[in-house]
Nanobody, 123 residues
Framework: QVQLVESGGGLVQAGGSLRLSCAAS????????MGWFRQAPGKEREFVAA???????SNADSVKGRFTISRDNAKNTVYLQMNNLKPEDTAVYYC?????????????????WGQGTQVTVSS
């Protein structure tokens, strides 16, 4: 069982930045692939970014050049640095862990999910 707890969401003006964090339980975090997804009101959940156990990364086209995913294995934490935020980035952001395919991030399939953190970008 893996527990994931997101933090760092909030309200920010367009053009601003936020950094989301996701703390994971378990002693084998280093062997998980980790990902971020988001879900806006009335829309389906969509992939944002992922990082493999080998630190390879993948980003959705909509966030390339603006969002960066990283991980600190010593802290069992994955981050999502979000810059130049736009109103269309408004959503609940979810962290996910893939323990079955830690080196495959395209596509990313989450085995465990966090409860989500709200990001709201005002225009």
């Amino acid at each position: 069982q893996v527990q994931l707890v997101e933090s760092g969401g909030g309200l920010v003006q367009a053009g601003g930045s936020l950094r989301l964090s996701c703390a994971a339980s378990g002693r084998t975090f280093i062997s998980y692939a980790m990902g971020w997804f988001r879900q806006a009101p009335g829309k389906e959940r969509e992939f944002v970014a992922a990082i493999s156990a080998a630190r390879e990364t993948s980003n959705a086209d909509s966030v390339k050049g603006r969002f960066t995913i990283s991980r600190d294995n010593a802290k069992n934490t994955v981050y999502l640095q979000m810059n130049n935020l736009k109103p269309e980035d408004t959503a609940v952001y979810y962290c996910a862990a893939d323990i079955r395919a830690p080196y495959v991030i395209i596509p990313f399939r989450g085995d465990y999910w966090g409860q989500g953190t709200q990001v709201t970008v005002s225009s």
